[in-house]
């Protein structure tokens, strides 16, 4: 019976050795896959609309029934409107005092917030009618982004490295997404964190634009996040079109 079981035992250690090898196997994909980069996404594009074309976008927002409300800045043409999204046409304009710049914008309930670039100033409207019901104070020097609804303060930070210019913003699907200023590229935030989760990189958007003879327009600026159709919408500073996206991860 010795020589059956010797002649047993390396069979069973072997599956032994390979069972283990493979939960090895596993566990180290798992602990892998924790370090491995965030993910990258490109986009592509399942509908485009018409954007006004004087439109410095600062900040866009989706309020349901095909309607988004938009702030504009630039110090003598600032503004909030709300602006159908088919036909891209203005059906409500404020416009603001030429000594303010229109940054960020959000939306909660019926009101509309808004700060401003270096006026420490922002705004609430009446999405009734745009009609400016409060302003207050914002500490920060500069208003930027604007979006609702997490209170927290982070560095956000991208493998261990701050993240600048974080502008236009939107809270899409538990998580916040920024437009970084002068690139092509929306940093997908945690807000639990403040550590970038992914990148999208969008620059087909706007050499698509420029191909196809589009001059003078800005940087990519403005997401707004449709959560009953989980619709994704982009624009830029100056673009004429609006588009509809969606992501498809790189591998
Ligand atoms: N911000 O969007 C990055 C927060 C501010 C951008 C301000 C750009 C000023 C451009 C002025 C152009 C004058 C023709
Ligand atoms: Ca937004």
Redesign the pocket.
């Known amino acids: 019976s010795t020589t059956i079981r010797l002649g047993y035992r390396p069979r069973v250690i072997s599956i032994i050795l390979l069972l283990s090898g493979v939960a090895l196997l596993s566990v180290s994909a798992l602990l892998w896959r924790r370090k491995t980069p965030p993910a990258i996404s490109l986009i592509r594009v399942l509908n485009e609309f018409p954007h006004d074309p004087r439109a410095f976008t600062q ?3 989706y309020a349901g029934n095909d309607t988004l409300y938009e702030s504009t800045g630039l110090y003598d043409q600032s503004s909030v409107r709300r602006v159908s999204l088919r036909t891209g046409k203005v059906e409500l304009l404020h416009l603001m005092d030429a000594s303010h710049f229109g940054e ?3 939306l909660l309930h019926d009101k509309l917030y808004q700060v401003t670039w270096l006026t420490k100033t922002g705004f609430i409207y009446d999405t009734k009618n745009l009609n400016k019901i409060e302003q207050f104070t914002h500490m920060m020097k500069d208003g930027w ?3 609702t609804d997490v209170i927290k303060k982070h560095v956000v930070t991208y493998n261990g490295h701050e993240v600048h210019n974080l502008n ?4 899409v699907n538990g998580e916040v ?1 920024a437009n970084i200023w002068l690139t092509d590229c929306i940093a997908r935030i945690s807000y639990s964190d403040g550590k970038v989760a992914g990148w999208i990189l969008l620059q087909n958007l706007r050499e698509n634009l420029i191909s196809s003879g589009k001059r003078g327009i800005d940087v990519l600026n ?4 449709d959560d009953v159709n989980s619709r994704i919408f982009v624009t830029g500073k100056l673009w004429p079109k609006l588009y509809e996206i969606e992501l498809h991860p790189v591998e």
Do not use: H, R
């Open positions: 900040g866009l927002v960020g914008l959000t982004g604007l979006a236009e913003l939107e809270f997404w403005g997401i707004a996040w």
